[in-house]
Structure formats: C-alpha cells, structure tokens
C-alpha cells in the first residue's frame, strides 16, 4: 500500500496532487487547440440531440451533485441551455416531468451509486436521452446511458472526492464549449480564449498547490473549532459547498456551505469571534458584493480565511488569512479555487487524527439507496 501511495501519507493527497495530471488526461486528445476544435464522440455523435434540447437535467449525488452545480452555471453561461440540477435520490421518487427532448447527465466518479442508476432508468423509461459522465470505465452508469464521456482520472481510493470533481467539471467545460460553439452562443476568440485558459489549468493547479505549506499552517490555528461556514457566489457557490462537504466528511467538523448573500438570511446568526469563515472572493464575478459580505463578517468578528486571486489587495487588508489562486477565466475558477479547500480538510483531519482515506460511516461507492 505505501508502495500505492507514490511517497504520500495517504491516497487523498495523492489524489489532490494528481490533479493537474488528471485534469491534462482528461482533456487530451479532446483539446485540439491549434485547430480550435472539441473532439468528443459522445457528444458529435449526438449533435442534433443536444441543439434541439429544451433543457438538460443534470443527477447525481454528494461531491458529484457539486459538480453538476458548477456545470449548470457553465452551460446556461455558455451553451444559454436551461440546465435543472438534482439529487438523483428525490428526482427518482418525484415524479418528475420529463419529454423526449430532455437530455439527462448523469455525473458518477463510481458509476455505480444507486440512486443515480435508478434516476437514469426512469429518465430512459420517459424517452429522455442518458448521457454519462463517469470515472471508472465500463460501470454500470456506464452502460446504461445512451451516451458518455469518461473523465480519465485514473483511480480514486479517498473516499472523499477529489481529482473526480476537476476531472468533472473539466469534462463539463468541454462538452458546455463544444456546444457554444455549435449553438453559435460564444464567439469564436472567447471559445479560443477559453480553450487556450483550459490548456493552462493544469499549470496553474500545480501553482495553487504551492501553498499548501501556508494551508497547513492555518489548519492548525483552525482544527479545534467546532463549526465553519463557507461562502462562495456565482461559480464559487458550488465550491463553497463542496468545501464544507470535505471538511464534514473527514475531519467530521460541523461545516456548512452557504451562497455568500444569503449569509443575511441565516447564518449571520452564528457568527461570533469562534467562527472560521471560508470566503471565496476571487476578482471576477461579484467580487464588490463578496468583499462587503466580508465587511460585515468582520464587523462581528468571525475569522476570515480568503480565498483571493494573487496579487489581491482588498481582501487582503480585511481578511485573517488569504489564501492565494492564480487567475483564470471565471467559469473555470472552481478547478482553481476547490484546490486550497481540498488540501485545508486534508491538513485539518490528519492534525486530528482522522481515517483520512476510510473516514467513519462513509463508503466509496454507494451501491444501495
Ligand atoms: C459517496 C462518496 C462520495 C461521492 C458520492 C457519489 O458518498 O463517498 O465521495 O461523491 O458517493 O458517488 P459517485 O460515484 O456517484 O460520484
């Protein structure tokens, strides 16, 4: 097994450490850059399926029901698709409303959790187009879609997700820009411009996990605290809750993610001068309105932790600590800004002495509902 682990403590870390590998693999071959071309069967093969679509519904569950929320933001961005994202345990006892032109992504690491499996059946059974996007080749998800795309990020022994949800999201992104490019929604130097930004992901990963030195330094200031929220908006919004969803699962740390507006609605309640605050506040998107959702945070004493693009100055003077990620292009900032958050429940859960890799009560692969 520590032959397994590459020199790692545990397969989580390797597995984050992977991920600018992963998210090249998966990728490559696809990318044609020079050419400006997105290459994937799946989705050429099925064109007419896609453009005359009314809208995609994307199932799934736990970290890969995050990715599906990033990927509702790129589509409906991109593609103007109308994109519906659910957990694929309430959509299959719903009885949900589905035509013969809707098209449903399944996102399944495993390919092989239940409910997911279950939601594709019914989808199948109302005449709705499956589309899979899975890790492990040949699952049953797999199989049992019309049509796929695997994400190559080779195997994932952490329970908790990690290179799955990149290698996701950059599949995704893919499949989003090929069909803006058809549909004639994204121009051709943004599409190239984006090609070129997704071609440098994988550098600037390498970048992010630079800090995780610093990471594990505020780990340590942070691992006795009993509850940490973690705001994000726009495309951060997903990451926010997967954030909290890693630090839950293995340090078994009370965490919440939240959309950094609604923080009115509720969550202030619980802020006092014992509450890390994850704030994802990258430049693009709605940094202004991020930035005053600090100022209030600060103004009642929690404990600020900044996610911040490099170079960052106004997070900078408010927050306790920023933890830097080089720019991209905002739909692609998840792939950067997931990085710190993954290697911050990492730090936390070994300081206290958790099963990283086989947390309590979860499993890999949940093949009953
Ligand atoms: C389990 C795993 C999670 C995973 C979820 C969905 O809960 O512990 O890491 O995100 O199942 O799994 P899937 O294989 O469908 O992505």
């Not at 600090?294 to 927050?319: C, F, H, N, P, Y």
């Not at 997931?338 to 979860?362: C, E, F, G």
Request: net charge negative; glycine share 6%; proline share 4%.
């Amino acid at each position: 097994e520590q032959i397994e682990k590459g020199g790692y403590d545990h397969f989580m870390l390797k597995e984050i450490y992977e991920q600018p590998k992963a998210i090249n693999d998966t990728y490559r071959g696809r990318l044609l850059r020079d050419e400006a071309i997105i290459k994937m069967a799946g989705i050429e093969d099925n064109m007419k399926k896609f453009l005359n679509a009314n809208r995609i519904i994307i199932v799934a569950c736990g970290t890969s029901w995050h990715a599906g929320l990033v990927a509702e933001y790129i589509f409906e961005d991109l593609a103007r698709i109308p994109v519906e994202v659910e957990y694929a345990s309430e959509f299959r006892y719903r009885n949900p409303v589905i035509t013969e032109n809707d098209i449903l992504i399944a996102i399944s690491q495993s390919g092989e959790t239940a409910d997911t499996l279950a939601a594709i059946k019914l989808a199948k059974s109302k005449g709705a187009f499956v589309f899979g996007v899975c890790n492990v080749v040949g699952s049953s998800i797999a199989r049992e879609s019309d049509a796929g795309a695997y994400t190559h990020a080779g195997p994932e022994i952490g329970v908790a997700s990690t290179k799955a949800f990149t290698t996701q999201i950059t599949v995704l992104s893919l499949i989003a820009l090929r069909l803006a490019r058809a549909k004639g929604t994204i121009s051709s130097s943004d599409y190239r411009h984006h090609l070129l930004e997704l071609e440098m992901i994988p550098g600037k990963v390498e970048e992010a996990l630079k800090s995780d030195a610093l990471i594990k330094s505020i780990s340590q200031v942070y691992k006795d605290s009993p509850n940490f929220l973690y705001l994000g908006r726009g495309y951060n919004f997903p990451v926010a809750l997967e954030g909290a969803l890693k630090l839950k699962e293995i340090s078994y740390i009370h965490a919440e993610g939240y959309p950094a507006a609604e923080m009115k609605h509720g969550p202030i309640a619980l802020i006092d001068e014992n509450m890390p605050i994850v704030v994802i506040a990258t430049k693009k998107g709605h940094y202004e309105k991020v930035v005053s959702n600090i100022q209030e945070i600060k103004s009642r004493k929690g404990k600020i932790i900044g996610i911040v693009t490099e170079g960052d100055v106004q997070v900078k003077e408010l927050a306790d600590h920023v933890i830097e990620v080089p720019e991209t292009l905002e739909p692609l900032t998840p792939l950067l800004t997931t990085i710190p958050l993954q290697l911050l429940s990492y730090h936390i859960a070994v300081m206290l002495n958790k099963n990283v890799d086989q947390p309590r009560n979860l499993a890999k692969s949940v093949t009953v509902e």
